[in-house]
């Protein structure tokens, strides 16, 4: 059984700090990540995905991937209350399945 | 464009009616999906078309029946619902096998109530 775990939160942040969201993944031969990011009552929003080991910077948004300790994690700098919503995480594993394994998701709230 | 569209946008249907979900895109994506969300829960996989080919039917109840026309559209026809069907219907698409990415493109969904 693939899992993919994330604490649910909510995780509260101030405006301006940054929020680091975590996700752990069991099948070691994953072999690419997704953030998804979910407002209340919206559907989920591809917002960065990656393959490599390392960084991966677009914008305010940092993945970070260590496929030797299994997890990836989603930086957000300078949080803004719009960035208010749930992350989801996906995982795509090894062998010939191409659909991924969605974590439960962390609600981030950040306040003014 | 990564654009998937979904109609309609809310739906209220009795228990005795007969609807359909209907959803499209055109980025060339060989893999379409249908989801089901209830609140602070994730998607979860219903259904899955590759290459216009029914791969994966998530031991879902008959009462929702998936269709694919072809590689741009995906419907998903419901009868008989019960209350508890009411949840957030999602579509998506993806790369199919041996495209290449996988990641999923998710259209805005369907808000789905059953009386």
């Known amino acids: 059984q693939k899992e993919v775990e994330q604490n649910s939160g909510p995780l509260s942040v101030p405006e301006g700090a940054i929020a680091s969201l975590n996700c752990t993944y069991s099948?070691?031969?994953?072999?690419?990540f997704f953030w998804y990011r979910q407002y209340s009552g919206k559907s989920p929003e591809l917002i960065m995905f990656?393959?490599?080991?390392g960084d991966k910077e677009d914008g305010r948004f940092t993945a970070q991937l260590n496929k030797a300790s299994q997890y990836v994690s989603l930086l957000i700098r300078d949080s803004q209350p719009s960035d208010s919503a749930t992350y989801l995480c996906?995982?795509?594993?090894?062998?010939?399945?191409?659909?991924?394994?969605f974590g439960r998701g962390t609600s981030l709230i950040v306040h003014p | 464009d990564t654009e998937v569209t979904q109609t309609p946008k809310h739906l209220v249907m009795g228990m005795t009616n007969k609807k359909s979900l209907k959803c499209e895109q055109h980025?060339?994506?060989?893999?379409m999906y249908w989801y089901k969300q209830k609140a602070k829960k994730p998607p979860e996989l219903m259904f899955v078309y590759s290459y216009e080919k029914l791969s994966i039917n998530e031991s879902v109840p008959s009462r929702f029946s998936p269709e694919c026309p072809n590689s741009s559209l995906l419907n998903l026809h419901l009868h008989a619902l019960q209350p508890e069907d009411s949840a957030l219907y999602l579509c998506?698409?993806?790369?199919?096998?041996?495209?290449?990415?996988?990641?999923?493109?998710f259209g805005p969904g369907t808000r789905l109530t059953v009386t």
């Open positions: 990656i393959y490599s080991n």
């Open positions: 099948d070691r031969g994953s072999q690419s």
């Open positions: 996906a995982v795509k594993g090894s062998g010939g399945s191409y659909i991924p394994t």
């Open positions: 980025m060339g994506h060989r893999a």
């Open positions: 998506a698409s993806s790369q199919g096998p041996g495209q290449g990415t996988y990641e999923q493109y």
